[in-house]
C-alpha cells in the first residue's frame, strides 16, 4: 500500500463547481485544499451512498447544504472528487456511479450502470451498433457492465442522452460509430498506437498516470496549482489533453513537424502546451519563439500562456506576431524604413501605375497580387528573373513583353517605397533574412513554434527556416488548417525548405462548436479544394464534433431595424436563461458596420465590448462582445451573431475589382472561410443574420 495519499480531481468535478454559487464555491475551494493536505482528516465526514452501487464512493460534508461526491480507494490509497452539488442532486447523481479502471485502456473510469433504456425498447428499428463486435466495444473502452445498455440504443438521439452515463473515451468512439465511421477508421483516429500500459487490478495510482486518464483526471499536486484551477474551472485545456494531442505535445520529432485540424479541434491548445514542454527541457542559454501572423493573436495567446507556463518558462519563450518581430530586428540593424500596410501600400501602387503603367490596363489588384503571388513568392526581384518565371495558378497569360511592361512598374512601386522610407511586409522579411544569413546570425532559435500557419506567407517560411538555422530536432512545430486562410497567403511548405512529410499529425474531435454548427458551417465550403500547407489535400475527413445543441438559425429581414429588433430579442431571451453578456459576440464584416450595432445595442441598454485589434478580449468588463470576423479568429463564445450578411456586404468587394475568374473564385473563397471562421467561434449556438437579401455565399 502506497503510504502517501494520491488526491485527484474529474473534469466533471470541475463542471459542477463552476456552477455552484459563488459563496459555496470558496467553501468547496477551502474544503479541498484541506483535503488535498489530508484525506483522512478528522473533520472530514466520510458518508456512505444510500443505495450506492459502488461501496467506494461516498459523499463529503461541504457544509450542511452541500455534498461532494469523493471515490476512496483504500488499496491504492487514492482519493478521487468526483462531483459537488446541493445534499440530494449530489446523491441522486453518485448512486448508480461506479469507479473502476478499465482493462483494455489503463484508464480510470467513473460510469453509470442502469438497466436498457426503456424508451430505446418502444422504437421499431434495429440497434444502432448492430455490426459492432463486443471487441471492438472493450477496445474504445465501453465497460463491460454497459454492454446491455449500448447494445439498446436504436438512435443518435438515444446515444446523446447517454452521454454523461458513459465513459467519455467510450463515447467519442460510439459517437463515431454511430455517425458511419467502420470500427477501423475509429480505432486508427481515436486509438493510434502506443505504448502498452499495464496496469494491475486496483491500482488507480499508476490508472491515473496514463494518458487516457489524464484526459478526465488531474492530480492535484500543491496549493498553487489548486488555486490556478478552482479560479478558473471551465478552462480545462490547461490541464486535460485528449491523448491523441498529449502524444504530438510530447512527441520527438527528427525536424518540422505539422498539425492539421479544422476549427475547434484544439490545435491552438496543443502549440501551446508543445511551447511548455520544449521550455522545460530547454538548455540554458537558448529561446523558443512562438509566432503567428496578426498581433492580436499572438497577444491572446501570451496571455493563455501565462496561465501554464512558470515565470522561467515564460522567460525562454519570445511571443510575437512576424512582422513585428522583424519590425523590431530591422530596427536593431539601424534600418530606418517603416513596414507599412493597407492604405499607405495602395497609395504607393497607383502612384506606381501611374507613372509606369503606360497602356497597360490591369485593374490595381492585379499588379498587387502578380508582385505577391509571383514575385515575392519566387523571389525573382529582377526584370529578367521575372520574366522567366512561371505563373501557374495564375488566371491571365501574359507574354514577355508584356512582363517587361508591368516589371517598369514593380521597379516603380520599388523606387517610391525607398524614397518613401516604406516596406511591404513581405520585402521586409525578404531583407531580414538576407541580414541574417550574410551577417551568420541564422539559428537564433532553438525551437519555434507556428500558430495559424495556413496564414503565413512563402516570405515568412522562408524567414522562420533561418530563424531555426539547419534541420534539427524539435525545430519548427506549425499547426494549421487551411478551410481558415482568411488573409492572401498561401505557401507550400517543402519549397520553402521546411519538409514534414512522415511528421504530420491530424485532429479530428472538435471541442468546441455543436456538431450541428460545424456541419452548417463547413458546408460554406462545399466544392472548394483545400490545401494541407504543402503538396497534397485537406478534405477535413473524418472530423466529428461530440457535443450537440440546435442548427444554427438564419434570419432574413427588410430593414436594419428589424435585424437589430431579432438581435436584441434574443440576448434578452439568453440573458434570462443565465447566460453572462461576456459570452454572446456579435461578428461583422466591417469596422463600419460594428458602429451600427454598437449603437443600436445601446439604445437598447445593453452594454457592449468592442475586441479591437490592438487589444485582447478583457473578460474582467461586462458587455456583449462585437468584433470584426477577422478580428474574431481564435477567440470562442457561447453564443455567436453573424450579422449583416447581406448580398452586398458579403463578399466584400466588386467583380471589377478582379482582372479575371480565377482571382475572383480565390477571393470567394477567401470570404466563405471568413464565415466559416467567424461562425465556428460558437459553443453552442450560431445565428445568420441580414438585411436587404442573403449573401450569395449562404445560398
Known amino acids: 500500500m502506497n503510504n502517501k495519499a494520491t488526491v485527484a480531481m474529474s ?11 459563488r459563496q459555496k464555491q470558496g467553501k468547496v475551494t477551502e474544503f479541498v485544499n484541506k483535503f488535498r493536505n489530508n484525506p483522512m482528516h478528522p473533520g472530514i465526514n466520510f458518508e456512505k451512498i444510500v443505495e450506492g452501487i459502488d461501496k467506494n464512493i461516498c459523499s463529503v460534508r461541504i457544509d450542511q447544504e452541500y455534498r461532494g461526491i469523493v471515490v476512496r480507494e483504500p488499496e491504492s490509497n487514492v482519493y478521487i472528487l468526483l462531483w459537488v452539488d446541493h445534499h440530494d442532486e449530489a446523491y441522486d447523481w453518485a448512486k448508480r456511479k461506479k469507479c473502476s479502471i478499465n482493462k483494455t485502456t489503463g484508464s480510470v473510469q467513473i460510469f453509470d450502470v442502469q438497466e436498457v433504456v426503456e424508451e430505446q425498447k418502444k422504437i421499431d428499428v434495429p440497434s444502432l451498433f448492430e455490426n459492432v463486435s463486443d471487441e471492438v466495444f472493450a477496445k474504445i473502452g465501453l465497460p463491460e457492465e454497459q454492454l446491455p445498455m449500448v447494445k439498446s440504443i436504436k438512435t443518435l438521439e438515444g446515444l446523446h442522452s447517454l452521454k454523461t452515463a458513459i465513459p467519455e473515451e467510450a463515447f467519442e468512439g460510439l459517437e463515431w460509430l454511430g455517425n458511419g465511421f467502420t470500427p477501423d477508421e475509429v480505432l486508427s483516429t481515436l486509438y493510434p498506437e502506443t505504448d502498452h500500459v499495464t496496469v494491475d487490478d486496483n491500482d488507480f495510482a499508476a490508472a491515473l498516470q496514463t494518458d487516457a486518464s489524464k484526459k478526465s483526471f488531474v492530480i492535484v499536486e500543491g496549493e498553487e496549482e489548486l488555486q ?9 485545456w490547461r490541464i486535460f489533453l485528449h491523448p491523441t494531442q498529449r502524444k504530438v505535445v510530447g512527441k520527438n520529432f527528427s525536424g518540422p513537424a505539422r498539425v492539421l485540424g479544422g476549427a475547434g479541434t484544439g490545435k491552438t491548445v496543443v502549440a501551446m502546451h508543445r511551447a511548455k514542454m520544449l521550455a522545460q527541457e530547454l538548455e540554458a542559454g537558448k529561446k523558443i519563439l512562438f509566432t503567428t501572423y496578426t498581433k492580436n493573436l499572438a497577444e491572446d495567446i501570451k496571455d493563455n500562456l501565462r496561465k501554464i507556463c512558470t515565470a522561467d518558462e515564460m522567460k525562454r519563450i519570445d511571443v510575437i506576431n512576424l512582422d513585428a518581430w522583424v519590425a523590431n530586428f530591422l530596427r536593431r540593424q539601424g534600418y530606418e524604413y517603416q513596414i507599412v500596410y493597407g492604405d499607405e501600400i495602395d497609395k504607393a501602387w497607383k502612384d506606381a501605375i501611374a507613372v509606369a503603367g503606360g497602356d497597360l490596363s490591369f485593374v490595381e489588384g492585379f499588379y498587387k497580387d502578380e508582385w505577391l503571388k509571383v514575385v515575392q513568392a519566387q523571389e525573382v526581384y529582377d526584370k529578367i528573373s521575372y520574366c522567366k518565371a512561371p505563373r501557374l495558378g495564375r488566371g491571365v497569360r501574359l507574354d514577355r513583353k508584356v512582363r517587361m511592361q508591368l516589371w517598369d512598374v514593380f521597379d516603380e512601386y520599388q523606387n517610391i517605397m525607398n524614397e518613401r522610407q516604406q516596406r511591404d511586409v513581405e520585402t521586409a522579411m525578404y531583407e531580414c533574412r538576407k541580414i541574417l544569413e550574410s551577417k551568420n546570425l541564422r539559428g537564433q532559435y532553438d525551437s519555434i513554434v507556428v500558430d495559424e500557419g495556413q496564414d503565413l506567407s512563402p516570405s515568412a517560411y522562408r524567414l522562420l527556416r533561418a530563424l531555426a538555422g539547419d534541420a534539427h530536432e524539435n525545430d519548427i512545430f506549425i499547426v494549421g488548417d487551411s478551410h481558415q486562410r482568411i488573409y492572401r497567403n498561401k505557401a507550400i511548405l517543402s519549397k520553402c525548405g521546411i519538409f514534414v512529410r512522415g511528421r504530420s499529425s491530424y485532429l479530428r474531435i472538435n471541442y468546441r462548436t455543436t456538431e ?66 461576456k459570452n454572446i459576440c456579435i461578428v461583422a464584416r466591417t469596422h463600419r458596420l460594428l458602429d451600427n450595432y454598437i449603437a443600436g445595442l445601446q439604445r437598447e441598454g445593453i ?86 437579401g442573403l449573401s450569395e455565399l449562404i445560398k
Open 11 to 21: 473534469t466533471d468535478f470541475l463542471t459542477a463547481f463552476a456552477a455552484l454559487p
Open 228 to 236: 490556478a484551477i478552482m479560479q478558473e474551472p471551465l478552462e480545462k
Open 516 to 581: 450541428e454548427i460545424r456541419k452548417f458551417a463547413f458546408a460554406l465550403l462545399n466544392g472548394v479544394s483545400f490545401d494541407d500547407l504543402d503538396e497534397d489535400y485537406d478534405n477535413d475527413k473524418g472530423c466529428q464534433s461530440l457535443t450537440h445543441g440546435e442548427k444554427p438559425e438564419i434570419k432574413e429581414f427588410a430593414t436594419p431595424e428589424e435585424e437589430m429588433k431579432f438581435i436584441v430579442s434574443r440576448i434578452r431571451d439568453l440573458e434570462a436563461s443565465g447566460v453572462e453578456q
Open 607 to 692: 452594454k457592449s465590448f468592442e475586441i479591437k485589434a490592438n487589444k485582447t478580449d478583457d473578460r474582467s468588463y461586462e458587455g456583449v462582445r462585437i468584433a470584426t470576423m477577422h478580428r474574431v479568429k481564435g477567440l470562442e463564445f457561447d453564443h455567436v451573431f453573424a450579422v449583416a450578411v447581406n448580398r452586398n456586404v458579403l463578399p466584400f468587394g466588386s467583380k471589377n475589382d478582379f482582372e479575371d475568374d480565377l482571382s475572383l473564385e480565390e477571393f470567394r473563397t477567401g470570404e466563405k472561410c471568413l464565415l466559416y471562421v467567424a461562425l465556428t467561434r460558437a459553443r453552442k449556438s450560431a445565428y445568420v443574420s441580414c438585411y436587404g
